[in-house]
């Protein structure tokens, strides 16, 4: 989600979202949601990570039921534990009812689903009925008549009562035809504090605590909350929580926790809204007790340790340190919060906010807690994000604790989303008046730290996995393990964002909420919805119809929202609507009515409010069959999903550095004359850019029909640029197109191309090196390898010595086949563009093993819905996809009597409780799994999937088989054989035991700080060898020294010339040579004549007066 913030000061902003209860819009630092709340925002698919306000904004979350597919099964609306047989339908059937027949019913029903969550829905013909005054008056009496006698179940009929006062006050707030008149205010008053009195008020059931939450909730209101009664039970609350820990009597029913800790944490809601209510801080004024259960409230480190309500403890210092901007208070919390300070690490959250009211509003001197707000400030910003990146020439800055290879992935998946979405906008001029030429992102490095920090610092809420706030152009968002804490990945993330900044720079003129085209939701759907379309952004291949998207529609078959439906959906509407079928609206439209796209680009950007409602209106009838036609295909499979990837290569491995070099490959590979070559950017990456003039392929009549001609003839160009295997900058390119003319009959374009450059640090030469996979395997084993060789290459030569290929020797990733056990050596030569050459050999490299003659039970499955990612053990890595049955026997791995390997099994989904994980080995190699100690796996529930593997002192020795199953629902899925009809995998894979540890000499590598530098300068070598090297012995043409044994030297070089590397590295189990030609090149520098220059303090004089001159001469002159 996009959205904007009206003040953009740190700790200033207010929150657009709406908490659990009406009044106030929810302002800075707001209390935490509890965790069952904030999980809404947690299961699969768009919606639930992309920032967005509550749903219903009233405390009621609208839960959905998501299958297994989803990456995660959240509970049903968690206080609706009692269905009832029948209750009245709609808000017309409850706008028909008599004030009395009003009561009678809420006291009747207690579904919140089915009768009561209606109501938040305002319906302007019956809403204003239900919640007339005279209603609110007679349900308040109600009420108070039944508040002592109240037996803390839904049979006494206070539940229904409460949620429809809780509703009540939530429509006083926003609609000005709901009003509670000081008689209704009255008797909601009394019986509020009544019911403080209630003996069942506390009791520990799912119905007491449903009560207890809408109760909590109601007394939050101006008039109520400053009651003693009142104050008295918030303060009972916290009492119970911390001190008394009720809780403890169910700390073993989840559910029940769940709900205790989201119902426990509502008085915070009313400590916060008490801030702005002159009553309520008069009533607390010298109430030592009320501040010191909420001071202990946030010490508690048993709280703290607890999973379901540490998050409280945030919440208690977060109000107790509010409290401090309150003159009449700071003398009663003063010194809690000063204590508080002491129980939490320097630049703990909790810490700084002690450490904030204690220098804005306390006297820090005398607790020694004075600090800087600058200084301090720019600490923890500092601790938060050590690494800031800065691409497009300062046009995308990114604050993190990411490595650059992970922020690298973001930059490449923006340019693919950028250039597709520049495609089908056909331009690339922003919006009339737009400045966000700078887009920033704020990448925290976990969820927690998000949790913790992202509100201190910059007052947004964090119930969400990432939020563009237009008003600032930033994007924050968190580091995440997919499968763990999140099942949409940080790329995913960013890909959806991404979209909402290029939304509001070059699609939508205004900011964000602020200007007509926002106004009645009318853009929820179609920001989202789009935001998803361009998420699945590729280079070559258009955009991709997102995966999570498909499983939505799949599991929900055949019943879809209608398209009008899609149209209103917005971020109160209880669903993700906007998301998952507003993405399917516009690939719809992009697959099958690509002129509505433009259609829909030209209205926003003109800001033709009219037109776009127009189209909508008419779309809403007109497009429904064919709308329904798609979401049938995408049920059915014939439109696949796809999960966002960005392959990428970092720009010292890439092929060509230079502009002509650009120009001249580009010319030959696509005949495209002349086209005008230049720098997209050079800063941190640096990139080309390619602009010239591309064709139709016949006439065409429509912009729709020119633009998928000038989409077709662009991919063409970019596919001919990937032609050449080794120009590997030209795979990495992305293009788009602006100025479409089809005037002329034939369309033409101008197209832009970009792509990335090689580090011009980084030498020419080639420098070969290769993988292959496996490296262990058994005889008749196929080995595949890759070229990992870096420089401006022309051509590979490739030798396997005992192996046959049927894919040649010159390829990038020929496979080689071993037909006998032996350990063979591969040699790669690769040959540069410039006439010199590299080869690398590696000795020894692959290893084969005879293979096992035992056939095995057979096992399979039958869904894809969930499935094993990778496997590893010893020198088994494998990653693979989903098989009914994979056979990866292939892969080896070699095990010792007596010694311990660690085996790891991966799933894609590792989060889900029902996941069952076993893996087998054939000790006796008996060809069968069942034989006591052959279970090597076993695993009935969530992740991690790890076991120690030894094996036994009895088992034979040789080659045998292991075993991987996983399936879901049941643990005896966990056996070795037999069809499982459900979802899981089954992979087969070898296993060498031999009575003693194999020796590992090292294998060499190294790499070098530059390899391009003037006399005079040094290079840092570092070494990359694998297998543990003891020691190192370098040899250095040309460098000073000319050999090291340093592990990793630093050499000068002080004459120019053109110089090879060689590292021999040793262990106990022998050694390995890596030399490199031509690694270093070494050039004069390039001298530098003076540049004369002057300056003088005066120009104009009067005879006899002086003058005095200033060189200003430039390069270092030595005379003058």
């Not at 033709?608 to 209106?617: A, E, M, S, Y």
């Not at 660690?902 to 894609?908: C, E, F, I, M, Y």
């Not at 045998?960 to 049941?970: D, E, K, L």
Request: glycine content about 8%; proline content about 4%.
């Amino acid at each position: 989600m996009k959205t904007r913030l009206p003040f953009p000061g740190l700790r200033e902003a207010l929150l657009w979202a709406v908490l659990s209860f009406p009044g106030l819009l929810v302002a800075q630092n707001r209390p935490q949601l509890a965790p069952e709340e904030q999980a809404h925002y947690h299961h699969d698919g768009c919606g639930r990570e992309h920032g967005h306000p509550r749903l219903d904004g009233f405390g009621k979350e609208l839960l959905q039921s998501v299958g297994p597919l989803e990456g995660h099964i959240p509970a049903v609306q968690r206080f609706a534990a009692r269905t009832s047989a029948t209750c009245t339908s709609g808000n017309a059937g409850w706008a028909s009812l008599s004030s009395s027949a009003l009561v009678a019913e809420l006291k009747s029903v207690d579904d919140y689903q089915a009768c009561f969550a209606v109501w938040y829905s305002w319906d302007a013909s019956y809403s204003p009925s239900i919640f007339s005054t005279a209603n609110i008056t007679a349900v308040a009496q109600e009420m108070y008549n039944i508040s002592i006698a109240s037996d803390g179940t839904f049979n006494g009929g206070m539940y229904g009562l409460v949620t429809y006062l809780h509703a009540a006050v939530y429509h006083e707030f926003y609609q000005p035809v709901v009003t509670l008149d000081a008689n209704a205010q009255y008797w909601l008053r009394i019986a509020c504090e009544s019911f403080a009195n209630n003996s069942h008020l506390w009791d520990l059931t799912s119905e007491a605590i449903a009560i207890l939450d809408e109760y909590l909730i109601i007394i939050d209101y101006d008039g109520i909350r400053s009651r003693p009664a009142i104050i008295n039970v918030i303060e009972s609350a916290l009492d119970r929580l911390t001190n008394q820990q009720t809780w403890s009597a169910i700390q073993n029913d989840q559910q029940l926790m769940q709900d205790y800790a989201r119902t426990y944490n509502r008085p915070f809601f009313a400590i916060f809204r008490g801030n702005q209510d002159a009553d309520f801080k008069e009533a607390l004024n010298g109430d030592s007790s009320f501040w010191t259960v909420l001071q202990q409230t946030g010490v508690s480190t048993t709280l703290r340790n607890n999973g379901n309500l540490s998050f409280m403890t945030d919440n208690a210092i977060l109000e107790l340190t509010r409290m401090a901007n309150e003159p009449t208070l700071i003398d009663d919390i003063e010194s809690l919060i000063a204590a508080a300070a002491g129980q939490f690490a320097r630049l703990d959250v909790n810490w700084l906010r002690c450490v904030e009211a204690i220098n804005d509003y306390g006297n820090c001197a005398s607790y020694g807690l004075c600090e800087d707000p600058e200084a301090l400030e720019a600490e923890l910003k500092a601790f938060l994000f050590p690494n800031q990146y800065s691409f497009d020439d300062g046009l995308m800055q990114i604050s993190t604790p990411l490595a650059e290879d992970e922020v690298q992935e973001l930059y490449h998946a923006a340019k693919q989303v950028q250039n597709q979405f520049f495609r089908l906008l056909q331009t690339d001029e922003p919006v009339m008046g737009d400045v966000n030429d700078t887009l920033n992102m704020i990448v925290f490095g976990s969820k927690s730290q998000y949790d913790a920090y992202a509100n201190y610092l910059y007052g947004i809420s964090t119930n969400n996995g990432g939020i563009y706030i237009e008003r600032w152009s930033t994007f924050f968002t968190w580091d995440r393990t997919v499968g763990v804490e999140s099942s949409l990945s940080l790329e995913s993330l960013f890909r959806h964002e991404y979209v909402h900044y290029l939304q509001g720079r070059y699609l939508i003129p205004g900011y964000w909420g602020e200007t007509t085209m926002y106004q009645n939701s009318r853009m929820v759907w179609y920001e989202e919805g789009m935001a998803e379309l361009f998420a699945g952004s590729t280079d070559t291949d258009g955009v991709n119809l997102l995966a999570s998207n498909v499983n939505t529609v799949t599991n929900a078959a055949p019943n879809w929202p209608t398209l009008s439906t899609v149209f209103n959906s917005n971020y109160s509407s209880g669903n993700f609507n906007h998301y998952y079928y507003g993405n399917m609206a516009w690939y719809h439209w992009y697959q099958n009515d690509f002129g509505q796209l433009k259609t829909f680009f030209d209205l926003t950007r003109a800001d033709d409010v009219t037109g776009f409602d127009n189209l909508v209106n008419n779309l809403r009838t007109s497009g429904t069959s064919s709308f329904n036609t798609f979401l049938s295909k995408v049920s059915n499979g014939e439109v696949p999903g796809w999960e966002p990837t960005t392959e990428w290569k970092a720009d010292d491995q890439l092929a060509v550095a230079d502009l002509a070099g650009v120009e001249n490959e580009f010319t030959a590979l696509t005949g495209i004359t002349p086209a005008s070559v230049g720098f997209e950017t050079q800063s941190l990456n640096r990139r080309f850019q390619i602009t010239g003039t591309v064709s139709g392929s016949q006439a065409a009549g429509n912009n729709t029909d020119a633009a998928q001609q000038i989409n077709e003839a662009l991919d063409n160009i970019l596919t001919d640029m990937r032609s050449n295997p080794f120009l590997s900058n030209f795979d990495y390119s992305v293009g788009y197109f602006t100025d479409l003319d089809y005037s002329g009959a034939v369309p033409t374009a101008t197209f832009v191309i970009s792509g990335p450059l090689r580090d011009p640090n980084v030498s020419a030469s080639p420098v070969a090196d290769f993988t292959g996979a496996p490296t262990v395997t058994v005889a008749g084993g196929t080995v595949q390898f890759q070229n990992t060789s870096t420089g401006y290459l022309s051509g590979l030569s490739w030798s396997f010595p005992g192996a046959t290929s049927t894919t040649g020797t010159t390829g990038q990733t020929p496979t080689a086949t071993y037909a006998n056990p032996g350990t063979y050596s591969v040699s790669l030569t690769a040959n540069g563009a410039e006439g010199s050459s590299d080869t690398e050999t590696k000795n020894g490299y692959i290893e084969v093993y005879p293979v096992s003659t035992q056939n095995y039970c057979a096992a399979s499955a039958d869904l894809d819905y969930n499935y094993v990612s990778r496997v590893q053990l010893g020198t088994i890595n494998n990653t693979s996809g989903w098989d009914s049955y994979g056979d990866y026997r292939n892969s080896l791995a070699v095990l010792s009597l007596g010694n311990a390997e660690t085996l790891t099994v991966n799933l894609d989904v590792e989060s889900w409780e029902y996941n069952a994980v076993g893996a087998w080995i054939d000790w006796n190699q008996d060809g069968d799994f069942e034989d006591a100690g052959e279970e090597v796996l076993r695993v009935y529930g969530a992740g991690p999937y790890v076991a120690s593997i030894t094996p036994p002192a009895g088992a034979t020795l040789g080659t045998t088989a292991m075993r991987i199953r996983i399936g879901y629902g049941s643990e005896d899925k966990i056996t070795p054989c037999g069809v499982d009809t459900y979802m899981g995998d089954v992979e087969d894979y070898s296993i060498r035991v031999n009575d003693q540890a194999q020796p590992t000499p090292p294998v060499a590598n190294f790499t070098a700080s530059t390899t391009s530098i003037l006399t005079g300068e040094s290079i840092n070598f570092t070494d990359l060898t694998s297998n543990s090297p003891t020691s190192w012995s370098w040899t250095f043409a040309g460098g000073s020294p000319a050999s090291s044994s340093a592990q990793n030297p630093t050499i000068a070089y002080n004459s120019a010339g053109t110089y090879e590397v060689s590292l021999t590295a040793t262990n106990a189990d022998g050694s390995d040579t890596k030399t490199v030609s031509s690694y270093i090149t070494v050039s004069d520098p390039v001298p530098t004549p003076p540049i004369a220059n002057f300056t003088a303090n005066a120009t104009s004089i009067l005879t006899g007066e002086s003058v005095t001159f200033s060189d200003l001469s430039t390069n270092s002159p030595t005379g003058w």
